[in-house]
């Protein structure tokens, strides 16, 4: 009976251990999860340089924070031609006298926009580590692709940064 139990323990945990890959498969197969990666073909578009001069779109930018952050986007709107690339900065700072770890999760408004909106360099990529009290900026390149729908002139670019919970630093865990 211990044996059979032990096997099923040994089978649970390399279930548990292989949902990881499987889940990150499913995930780039029905494409969920596309907000927070850099956009493959994102030098395809700059590389083109097709930039719509007949057009300008209004990007809004927008920053909510939980927890102890800081965070705002140094302008609150800009207009640019399709094709055209972009860059703004976004400041986070941590207000806590402890180290913290952050991800932030973009979001867009129209929701149909999200395809058009092409990342190059987003600090979303990756989940942020920060000191007690620092203040860092983070660029956020982009190009709007120039096959946006013509009746979308206003595009809000909206991200929520939040702590990630239960991170340990490897300073805390050398301890």
Known sequence: MVGK???VAVLMFGFG?????????????TGVNFLTRADEQEAQVVKLGTVDQNRLITIEFDANSRGAWSFKPEIRSLSA???ELVTVTYEIANNLPRALSGQAIPSYAPLQAAKYFRKIECFCFAQQDFAAQERR??????VIDPELPRDVNTITLSYTFFEIG????VKELRG
């Open 137 to 142: 900026r983070f660029p956020v390149v982009f």
């Open 81 to 83: 031609h399709p094709g």
């Open 166 to 169: 239960g991170k340990k630093t």
């Open 17 to 29: 251990f292989a949902m990881v890959p499987i889940y990150q498969k499913i995930c780039d197969v």
């Open 5 to 7: 139990l032990a096997v």
